[in-house]
């Protein structure tokens, strides 16, 4: 069983900055790519950002680029999602995922979920 545990979630102003981490407890966690996701209250779930096992190969929603930065350190199991210039429409859970094939931006193509951290942007 592996788990998924997201921090850094939080309440900040339209344009501040958070820096979410996913903390995995598995051994391989450097083979899988792994991502980001969002939902906001009644919508939802929603793709924001994959990075391949070995950081290579990042990818991004278009509501996100330039924004966000999505980051690994494999020798900490960890995945980050640095994010920027922060607004109102950004306030949701979110998820961190282990993608098992497929595209990554398909939430079916995912085994293992976090249970969620709450961001609030305030405007």
């Known amino acids: 069983q592996v788990q998924l545990v997201e921090s850094g979630g939080g309440l900040v102003q339209a344009g501040g900055s958070l820096r979410l981490s996913c903390a995995a407890s598995?051994?391989?966690?450097?083979?899988?790519?792994m991502a980001w996701f969002r939902q906001a209250p009644g919508k939802d779930r929603e793709f924001v950002a994959a990075i391949t096992g070995s950081g290579g190969s990042t990818w991004y929603a278009d509501f996100v680029k330039g924004r966000f930065t999505i980051a690994r350190d494999n020798a900490k199991n960890t995945m980050y999602l640095q994010m920027n210039s922060l607004k109102p429409e950004d306030t949701a859970v979110y998820y961190c995922a282990r993608n098992v094939r497929g595209s990554p931006v398909g939430t079916l193509n995912y085994d293992y979920w976090g249970r969620g951290t709450l961001v609030t942007v305030s405007s």
């Open positions: 598995d051994r391989t966690f450097n083979i899988y790519t």
